[in-house]
């Protein structure tokens, strides 16, 4: 399966210059179809030098959820008159043919970026340009097993987005279904910091740390005969639990433990409730494992 990650219109439909005869038509009348971005700066202006190609960047990465008119004021005074700019830089939004956001100064790349998905969100479409639907898509090719599909998927996702959270924790366990560790601790470890604490990185960071413990597992059927010989050997059923998790049995690996929690909560440091923690960590938040195996363990805690 490809994912076409090619902009939906280049920039010069996307980004482009008004001036006092066109402004009616590029904007006002544009506006009626899609979000339109009107940047007010002139030549001598230094902090319109930098918010301008910062707007163009947040512009292209919508990939055509909004466009964006740049108005020297200095050439279209009139313009800048009717509106009452009073100081550059100025940006207003335009939307069915009316202002409906905007600010003045410099603002960094995060407001940018905000400014950009309210204006786009008030117009009902998508600031992310259809990358969540790519995500969405890689998402699927790992459930089905295509492991290295959705590895180039995500990667391609991240030179679009370079810091989509979904897509650097995806890649990560694309690489952990493939067995590739290092190189997945080593995608998250690169991860830019802005996101470094979102949870599709720590429920990645779970499933690596957990992938690793694994390694040191046995097989399960011979674990599973340690266990029934000996219900009270919890280092087997420690054991067991990581290797059933490992061969994708989640649910067995929570109930084991949950039984070795429930006849030695204390044992190991608490041991099984750390992992319990990290599988549930692991797992999407509504995940039912992990809601119902959260809802148990509370039960056992606060008997």
């Not at 009626?32 to 990465?61: M, Q, R, Y």
């Amino acid at each position: 399966m490809e994912i076409d990650l090619t902009k939906s219109a280049n920039a010069a439909e996307l980004v482009f210059d008004v001036t006092e005869a066109d402004f009616m038509e590029k904007v006002i009348e544009a506006s009626k179809e899609v979000p339109v971005i009107v940047d007010f700066w002139a030549p001598w202006c230094g902090p319109c030098k930098t918010l301008g190609p910062a707007l163009e960047e947040a512009v292209n990465k919508a990939r055509g959820a909004v466009k964006m008119a740049k108005v020297n004021i200095d050439e279209n005074q009139m313009i800048a008159g009717q509106l009452r700019i009073q100081s550059i830089p100025t940006v207003y939004a335009f939307w069915n043919g009316q202002p409906v956001d905007g600010f003045q100064g410099a603002v960094p790349p995060s407001e940018i970026q905000s400014f950009i998905d309210r204006v786009v969100k008030a117009a009902g479409g998508d600031a992310s340009g259809g990358l969540d639907e790519a995500v969405t898509a890689a998402e699927d090719m790992l459930a089905e097993g295509a492991a290295v599909d959705a590895a180039q998927t995500f990667a391609a996702i991240l030179q679009e987005d370079p810091q989509n959270a979904a897509a650097y924790g995806g890649l990560a366990r694309a690489h952990i279904a493939m067995e590739d560790l290092d190189q997945a601790e080593a995608i998250l470890n690169g991860a830019p910091i802005e996101i470094s604490k979102k949870p599709e990185l720590e429920a990645a960071h779970a499933q690596l740390d957990l992938a690793r413990q694994a390694t040191n597992a046995g097989p399960v059927d011979e674990l599973k005969a340690q266990v029934e010989a000996d219900p009270d050997d919890h280092q087997a059923r420690l054991d067991l639990a990581q290797a059933l998790h490992a061969k994708g049995e989640v649910q067995e690996a929570v109930d084991q433990l949950l039984e070795l929690f429930r006849r030695d909560r204390e044992w190991n440091d608490g041991a099984a409730k750390q992992l319990l923690f990290t599988i549930f960590e692991a797992l999407p938040p509504q995940d039912p494992i992990a809601l119902n195996g959260r809802r148990r363990l509370s039960s056992m805690i606060f008997v």
